[in-house]
């Protein structure tokens, strides 16, 4: 169920997007949302884990595949973002809390407009030089 959500419907609104994008003749820009999980794997979360890392290879193989149909694709990969589950996770999980916290750089959570703010520049013709990228939201996470 997780491939179906996380991965098997994106890649099939893609195969659509790009078709009628291709057919009407009209640049595109899509930017998928993976996540830090993808990247490094977390224990206990095998499935998510690899819908996210097969979302990233997505990305990358229709970025070049359909470049030359001016259709760009990149994907951004949050870390601990602060969406709604924030506050319930840092009232009961406040041992894994704390850890996420000693664990990012920046020690904190990334708020959600500093994920929306590089959407929306990826989206944007500044970025017109930028496909099959992928871009770390992340405090550092995967730097560190």
Not at 37 to 43: D, P, S, T
Not at 81 to 107: A, C, G, H, V
Not at 118 to 133: A, C, K, P, Q, R
């Amino acid at each position: 169920d997780v491939f179906k959500v996380n991965f098997f419907s994106i890649f099939r609104i893609m195969q659509l997007y790009c078709s009628y994008s291709i057919k009407q003749k009209i640049k595109t820009s899509t930017v998928n949302i993976g996540s830090i999980v993808g990247e490094n794997g977390f224990a206990e979360l095998v499935g998510y884990s690899a819908t996210k890392g097969a979302l990233k290879s997505l990305t990358k193989s229709v970025a070049v595949e359909h470049a030359k149909d001016n259709i760009r694709v990149n994907i951004v990969l949050p870390g601990f973002i602060k969406t709604s589950y924030f506050e319930k996770f840092k009232k009961n999980k406040k041992k894994l809390y704390k850890w996420t916290i000693d664990r990012t750089p920046i020690s904190r959570w990334g708020e959600a407009n500093e994920v929306v703010n590089l959407v929306e520049f990826l989206i944007s013709d500044d970025s017109s030089y930028i496909t099959g990228s992928s871009f770390n939201v992340d405090g550092g996470w995967l730097s560190s």
